[in-house]
């Protein structure tokens, strides 16, 4: 498993990370989702040692992740703004790529025909999305026990994103590859991770089983006769709520039942019903909690 | 995954890379320096010396190409994040361009050995390999201190020049030594320094342009190589590659910008030492320093405002060059009176000239490898230079005249000069050489008085005339030997008027020469003694008499011009 413990990074006075602490375990994707500039690309340079921490340390499954060490052979990272090295093509990539890891031919080749990818042909001339789909592959042709990858469905159409979908959740389940995953396509990520770590201005504000943060984050929406004064409910965890018409809409991390209870007990409650949250909305939730996007 | 030991793999990789360069490089190298000159039928060792140039601009645009991943955020990221550390990655670019380099080296070679031209042309290899391989590893080096391809390339020079820009500081402080502490030259400290200390001939491999290779050459490229590989490995190690900018060191960014902004004032001081009074000059220089400090710490670091940090390291460097320069000026300042006993000299020398002085160093020293006897060196160079006891007495007296009165007398019929140079070589193999700025005063004074009389001396002694002429007074050069004179008048400068043989008039000469008496111009005839006679010059009275050994009827050796003026009355009287 990977872990990042109480990871620190100044770039000259600005604190780009604040003890960062990050679980992700084998077998697992997990999502790292964080306001622009946050420091999750920051993140990933750490853990590829690319990026001195200033305090903190990383290990990866029991080992410790330092500069020039061994593990990092295990480890492969796909950049958000992608770089190739001038006038390549996959197949020469691939060669080149061949001399560092064990890249799989077999799996190579097959993923081309999956992604339909020339592979001849010079990957700077690519679009944008094959040049995604290129660097996908031969990271999955790498067979890494990390794969970190920033971005990277990021402004592709949805065929292909089910694509890379399929691809990787096939290699996690065969492999038990760890999987961080970084985007700002949160509906995406919603159906694909396993954990999230939801960060904002250099730390992670909350990290939790996709699942269970859904459980503890919850949203109810329920109608009273008379007059409700909201303050009534800070016992309950209330993150967030609106009024709409007569119908109160609350986001929180209390108990939902006990909070029933009360209403029932105090007022007459004419309707209380559960909502699903999505992670779009858990995010939103949490950086609304963190003063992210209610600056006047 | 398993490990793997990728370096022999990635480096014939990155040879084979290198394809399109080898094949652009030989179209180059041959065109330039066997087709064009072919074609031109022209020089062809110009073209083999553009060819060399050449060769030096690939391999340094190579090694930065190759490098260049480090100052592009995507590429770095890329090739970082892929199993192979920095500095094996910076090795491997540093192998394969040895390895391009050593083809190039063949192709020059080639063009060499098939144009037949001189074989001589090769001895300049003994230099060029050191400076190649050097360029290599500092590229490399200034790769990993930069964060922008350009700046690297500027750095690879900067570093590659930074022992000339510490000798240039290091004038800078003589220049002020100089104005500070009386006789002391900085051209004189400059050569004492270069020759003796720091010996930049070896560093840049120099000197073994025209010497073979010696023990000393094959330690010394090793210790340069490992000395700059090893700061490599140092700043690899070190280095942030979040940093941006131009440079990305703090460290180095500071030592740069201190050491280029003295190179202005450093070269305005060196310059105008002479012309400008000392306390301008020091202002001038401060001012100039602090203004290239800050374009210089403004353009690294991209902002028109300075940072304290710089603002204090600029300051601490300031005050740490005014200590040096305080402290050499301090240790000079115990010898500015220093004169020595003449029985510890061993040679002397005074005049005006202080490149002779420099030239007769190396002489001595077995620099200037010369066949030929100190005395013969002395005639070709027209030197003076007394070992006797007496002159050396009396030169040791004129100098401590010279300290305490730097001034003189010039008869309006002389010109002047500035200078006063005074050379001792000592028993004990040090020497002690000081360079005076005098001036020439039209009115003669009681403190004249002194310098005059040693060296009317001086003129009249023996051992100056067997020196100044010794074609005239020195028998073992004068027996056996055809010796001629070419009489002119100097009015009718172009025509010879009479060819004869020396001996009809030496005689004659010596007795005139005898009887010469410069009185209140003596010190100025002691340092003008090859520009004198000004007014024959210029009445176009008298003779002008040449004197020449006829070796065989082709080869003539001149030796010396003489004007004869109306005190020359008895060699005058007998050519009219």
């Known amino acids: ?296 | 995954m398993e490990k793997k030991n990728n370096f022999m793999p990635l480096l014939i990789y990155s040879i084979k890379e290198k394809k399109n360069w080898l094949l652009l490089s030989t179209v180059i190298i041959f065109v330039t320096t066997l087709l064009i000159p072919y074609i031109l039928r022209a020089d062809t060792e110009f073209f083999i010396m553009f060819g060399i140039f050449e060769m030096f601009a690939l391999v340094f645009i190579n090694c930065l190409v190759d490098d260049s991943f480090l100052h592009n955020e995507a590429k770095l990221t890329y090739y970082m994040s892929k199993p192979v550390p920095l500095g094996r990655k910076i090795g491997i670019n540093i192998v394969t361009n040895t390895v391009f380099t050593l083809y190039l080296l063949v192709l020059i070679l080639v063009s060499v050995f098939l144009q037949d031209v001189d074989n001589e042309i090769l001895k300049v290899f003994k230099m060029l390999i050191p400076w190649l391989m050097a360029i290599i590893l500092l590229s490399s080096l200034s790769s990993v201190l930069s964060g922008n391809t350009l700046m690297a390339g500027a750095m690879t020079i900067f570093n590659f020049c930074l022992p000339l820009i510490i000798l240039l500081v290091i004038m800078f402080i003589f220049s002020i030594l100089e104005n500070v502490v009386t006789g002391f030259s900085a051209n004189v400290l400059y050569d004492y320094f270069i020759r003796n200390i720091y010996k930049l001939d070896y560093l840049y491999f120099t000197r073994y342009v025209d010497k073979s290779i010696d023990l000393v050459y094959l330690l010394l490229l090793p210790i340069i190589l490992i000395f700059i590989g090893l700061l490599l490995i140092r700043f690899i190690k070190r280095r942030k590659n979040e940093n941006t900018g131009f440079i990305v060191f703090d460290g180095y960014k500071y030592f740069v910008a201190v050491f280029a902004c003295l190179i202005i004032p450093a070269s305005f001081s060196i310059n105008f030492s002479r012309s400008t009074g000392i306390g301008s000059r020091l202002v001038i220089s401060a001012l100039l320093a602090t203004l290239s400090y800050y374009i210089i710490i403004a353009f690294i670091e991209k902002s028109f405002r300075i940072s304290k940090s710089s603002i204090k390291v600029f300051v601490v460097s300031m005050v740490l060059f005014a200590l040096i320069t305080g402290g050499t000026v301090g240790l000079a300042s115990q010898y500015e009176n220093l004169v020595p006993r003449p029985e510890d000299v061993e040679l002397a020398y005074a005049g005006n000239q202080i490149w002779a002085v420099n030239s007769a160093e190396d002489f001595l020293e077995g620099r200037s490898y010369q066949d030929m006897s100190f005395k013969e060196w002395k005639r070709n160079h027209s030197m003076i230079i007394y070992d006797d006891i007496d002159s050396i007495r009396d030169i040791t007296d004129l100098h401590r005249e010279v300290l305490k009165d730097q001034t003189y007398y010039v008869s309006p019929d002389y010109y002047g000069t500035g200078s006063f140079v005074v050379a001792y070589w000592m028993k004990d193999g040090s020497r002690i050489i000081r360079d005076y700025r005098l001036t020439p005063e039209a009115e003669f004074r009681k403190e004249h008085e002194g310098k005059n009389e040693i060296a009317g001396k001086l003129l009249s002694s023996y051992e100056y005339k067997k020196q100044r002429y010794y074609y005239l007074y020195d028998e073992g050069y004068y027996g056996g030997r055809n010796l001629y004179a070419k009489v002119r008048t100097m009015n009718g400068y172009n025509t010879v008027i009479e060819e004869i043989d020396l001996k009809e008039i030496r005689d004659l000469l010596k007795k005139d020469i005898d009887n010469l008496y410069f009185g209140n111009t003596s010190f100025a005839e002691l340092l003008m003694s090859y520009m004198r006679s000004k007014p024959i010059a210029e009445s176009k009275q008298g003779y002008l008499v040449e004197i020449y050994e006829k070796i065989s009827d082709e080869d003539i050796n001149y030796l010396d011009e003489l004007y004869l003026n109306e005190n020359f009355t008895n060699t005058t009287e007998y050519l009219r």
């Open chain 1, 1 to 296: 498993m990977l872990r990042v413990n109480n990871l620190s990074k100044k770039f000259g006075d600005f604190q780009v990370l604040k003890n960062v602490n990050i679980n992700a375990e084998k077998g697992q994707i997990y999502g790292l989702v964080g306001s622009n500039g946050c420091g999750k690309t920051t993140i990933f340079k750490h853990i590829m040692q690319i990026y001195r921490q200033d305090e903190g340390y990383i290990d990866f499954d029991g080992e410790r992740v330092e500069k020039n060490s061994e593990i990092l052979k295990d480890f492969y990272y796909v950049q958000d703004t992608l770089y190739f090295p001038y006038q390549y093509t996959l197949e020469k990539l691939f060669s080149y790529e061949k001399l560092m890891y064990h890249m799989s031919e077999e799996k190579f080749e097959y993923l081309l025909k999956y992604f339909d990818l020339d592979k001849n042909k010079v990957l700077n001339k690519m679009s944008k999305g094959q040049k995604k789909q290129a660097a996908f592959v031969l990271s999955i042709a790498a067979g890494p026990k990390l794969l970190l990858l920033d971005e990277i469905v990021d402004g592709l159409d949805a065929v292909i994103k089910r694509k890379f979908w399929d691809v990787l959740i096939k290699e996690v389940m065969d492999n038990r590859m760890t999987v961080i995953i970084s985007s700002h396509d949160l509906k995406e990520l919603d159906n694909i991770c396993d954990k999230v770590g939801i960060m904002h201005e250099g730390r992670i504000l909350k990290e939790e089983n996709l699942e269970k943060m859904k459980e503890d984050i919850k949203r109810v929406q329920f109608a009273l006769e008379g007059d409700f004064d909201p303050e009534e409910l800070k016992d309950f965890g209330i993150l967030q709520y609106v009024k709409i018409g007569s119908v109160y809409i609350v986001t929180l991390t209390g108990s939902m039942e006990d909070l029933e209870k009360y209403l029932r007990k105090t007022h007459k409650l004419l309707l209380f019903d559960r909502l699903s949250m999505s992670l779009e909305e858990i995010f939103i939730t949490e950086l609304g909690g963190a003063g992210y996007g209610k600056e006047k």
